[in-house]
């Protein structure tokens, strides 16, 4: 059994129009969704083994805050450029790539790609949850997703149950 927690970075600043893309920060709001969304793991019990996550300031962001409320700073997190704004394929293909030993692994990244990979992935589920999902996927909005393989490489399109799609507006 293998559990993905694909986690869109929080709400970004756009307050100063000089920086890249790739450098914006959380908003002050993006900041406190990803607290509130750690906190709710942290009480559900997750269990994560390992994050990959995108390099853009606000992915990373997102990850630090999120896992220093889940007080959990021993998770390894490796951050790649090639996570950011890559299309959901490029995900797919890197989370097969994950190694098998970890068996909780989550993705911080971008939209589209986060929203179409999980669509892609999810062929079960809780209904409302599924329904949410196909609406939208908002900042610093966590899917959870299992799927029954003993290997990240037989992740495959419909093979996943959506277990929880966890909405910080939702939270607060």
């Known amino acids: 059994m293998k559990t993905l927690y694909l986690m869109r970075h929080g709400k970004s600043a756009w307050d100063d129009p000089s920086l890249d893309d790739h450098d914006r920060p959380l908003a002050p709001r993006g900041r406190k ?30 990850a630090d805050r999120l896992l220093e409320v889940m007080d959990a700073p021993d998770i390894p997190v490796e951050r790649e450029r090639g996570l950011y704004l890559c299309g959901a394929r490029v995900l797919l293909e890197r989370l097969r790539d994950a190694p098998d030993s970890v068996s909780s692994l989550m993705l911080v990244a971008h939209n589209p790609d986060l929203h179409d990979l999980a669509r892609e992935l999810t062929g079960s589920g809780d209904e409302r949850h599924r329904e949410a999902l196909a609406e939208k996927f908002p900042t610093a909005a966590c899917a959870v997703i299992l799927f029954e393989a003993a290997r990240w490489a037989d ?4 093979a996943g149950r959506l277990a929880d799609f966890i909405l910080p507006r939702k939270l607060s």
Do not use: F, Q, W, Y
């Open 155 to 158: 992740l495959d399109s419909g």
């Open 33 to 62: 969704a990803a607290r509130l969304v750690g906190h709710e793991l942290k009480d559900r019990g997750a269990r994560i083994g390992m994050v990959l996550c995108s390099t853009a300031r606000r992915a990373a962001d997102t």
